[in-house]
Nanobody, 120 residues
Framework: QVQLVESGGGLVQAGGSLRLSCVAS????????MGWFRQAPGKEREFVAI????????YYGDSVKGRFTISRDNAKNTVYLQMNSLKPADTAVYYC?????????????WGQGTQVTVSS
């Protein structure tokens, strides 16, 4: 059973920064792309960022491009999301996803989520 545990969420003022972490309990972590998604109250889950197996390729949603950075440490089975210049619109529950191979991350495993609240 794959487990993903996110941490690092919290309350921050607009313009501030947070760093989210997600640790995966799977021996083949380096075989999988990893993604971050978020869901605000009353809204659908939204793509935030994705990183390739080696970390050499990354892709971001338009709303976070230039402010957020996804990275990974395969030796620690961990993916990170550095969030800078946070805005109230970034308030959401943030989920990491271990992407199933050859599915373009349409399938995979989800973490339980971590709350990020940005005050104005």
């Amino acid at each position: 059973q794959v487990q993903l545990v996110e941490s690092g969420g919290g309350l921050v003022q607009a313009g501030g920064s947070l760093r989210l972490s997600c640790v995966a309990s799977i021996g083949t972590f380096s075989f999988h792309a990893m993604g971050w998604f978020r869901q605000a109250p009353g809204k659908e889950r939204e793509f935030v960022a994705i990183i390739s197996q080696s970390g050499g390729s990354t892709y971001y949603g338009d709303s976070v491009k230039g402010r957020f950075t996804i990275s990974r440490d395969n030796a620690k089975n961990t993916v990170y999301l550095q969030m800078n210049s946070l805005k109230p619109a970034d308030t959401a529950v943030y989920y990491c996803k271990l992407c199933a191979t050859n599915t373009y991350c349409r399938e995979g495993y989800w973490g339980q989520g971590t709350q990020v609240t940005v005050s104005s």
